[in-house]
T-cell receptor, first 110, second 116 residues
Framework: DAKTTQPPSMDCAEGRAANLPCNHS???????VYWYRQIHSQGPQYIIH???NNETNEMASLIITEDRKSSTLILPHATLRDTAVYYC???????????FGAGTRLAVHP | DGGITQSPKYLFRKEGQNVTLSCEQN?????MYWYRQDPGQGLRLIYY???????QKGDIAEGYSVSREKKESFPLTVTSAQKNPTAFYLC???????????????FGEGSWLTVV
């Protein structure tokens, strides 16, 4: 699975959009980009995933660049409850081993 | 409801003891994983299993052992050989690949292990 790189921390004002970047420059054609978040001392929560097209669900949007070397997770209207560590993972669609990076610690403030 | 159940939520271990963390899933998932998380750190892979009676070491397998005798169960034993076992342990599972749509990884709520 490709290595991903994320900024260690970000801040966002409540009600504004939070844009979390992820670099996966060595991603291969059959690897998906997944986003998870983890609130302290809980199991990670699935947010969204995609292969090459942009994706949107009730939680977030995922924008993947055309060359697939990077992506951005967008939380359109951040709330205080979105404060968490966000993990970007690149992995194949089977069930080989899953490797997590250090993630981005997002702090949403009033 | 379907999901992953980890137990116990909190466990205290004395020096030199082995302890076993339970992970059970009723999602009919083929693959299961164990991760370790230290305070303020990311998740590190201990062991994973893609099928019953088969498992592979992850990045930090030393001092741990697993078994996969049933599809729904993947217990993790923290042995006395693990020198710094105090951590948060997470179990995860995933279904067989769904081709172009990918598939979602499910996590349990975790188990806290403290050495006393």
């Amino acid at each position: 699975d490709a290595k991903t790189t994320q900024p260690p921390s970000m801040d966002c004002a409540e009600g504004r959009a939070a844009n979390l970047p992820c670099n996966h420059s060595t991603i291969s054609g059959n690897e998906y980009v997944y986003w998870y978040r983890q609130i302290h001392s809980q199991g990670p929560q699935y947010i969204i995933h995609g292969l090459k097209n942009n994706e949107t669900n009730e939680m977030a949007s995922l924008i993947i660049t055309e060359d697939r070397k990077s992506s951005t997770l967008i939380l359109p209207h951040a709330t205080l409850r979105d404060t968490a560590v966000y993990y970007c993972i690149a992995r194949k669609g089977g069930y080989n081993k899953l490797i997590f990076g250090a993630g981005t610690r997002l702090a949403v403030h009033p | 409801d379907g999901g992953i159940t980890q137990s116990p939520k909190y466990l205290f271990r004395k020096e030199g003891q082995n302890v076993t963390l339970s992970c059970e899933q009723n999602l009919n998932h083929d693959a299961m994983y164990w991760y370790r998380q230290d305070p303020g750190q990311g998740l590190r892979l201990i062991y994973y299993s893609q099928i019953v009676n088969d498992f592979q070491k992850g990045d930090i397998a030393e001092g741990y052992s697993v078994s996969r005798e049933k599809k729904e169960s993947f217990p993790l034993t923290v042995t006395s050989a693990q020198k710094n076992p105090t951590a948060f342990y997470l179990c995860a599972s995933i279904a067989r690949g769904q081709g172009v749509s990918g598939n979602t990884i499910y996590f349990g709520e975790g188990s806290w292990l403290t050495v006393v």
